[in-house]
């Protein structure tokens, strides 16, 4: 298959087209899209990424993730609202506390690998 070069002002052939209509029937739309990419930006914050890793051991009260954060309390609830929305975590109430644990046991094995990969 003849490819275009860049620069050239050549058209793609009708191999071309078909095959280029074919992959981008497979992308999703662009809601989909702009979804995704709001979840990864939750992830983008070395805050966040701590707090992932904190919990890949299991659940953990608010107090608990606060102290070994060592970051102030409302510092640490944005944090959590954040990787909430984006749905990375379950949070249960007990009392006046708060337990998080992580929504997909294997979501800091994926980052591990992502990273790995880069």
């Known amino acids: 298959m003849k490819s275009c070069e860049v620069g050239t002002g050549e058209k793609p ?3 071309q087209i078909k095959r280029l209509k074919k992959i981008t029937s497979e992308i999703p739309d662009d809601d989909i899209l702009l979804q995704n990419a709001d979840t990864i930006k939750a992830l983008a914050d070395p805050t966040r990424l701590k707090i992932l890793h904190l919990l890949k051991c299991g659940e953990l009260c ?4 606060i102290t ?6 409302p510092t640490v609830s944005h944090h959590l609202n954040i990787l909430k929305k984006a749905g990375f975590l379950k949070w249960r109430k ?5 337990h998080y644990s992580l929504s997909n046991p294997k979501i800091t094995e994926s980052l591990d ?4 990969n880069r």
Not at 62 to 65: K, L, N, P, Q, S
Not at 94 to 98: K, Q, R, T
């Open 113 to 116: 690998e992502l990273i790995k």
């Open 13 to 15: 052939n009708e191999d």
């Open 94 to 98: 007990e009392g006046v506390w708060v």
């Open 62 to 65: 608010v107090c608990e993730i």
């Open 68 to 73: 070994a954060m060592e970051k102030p309390q």
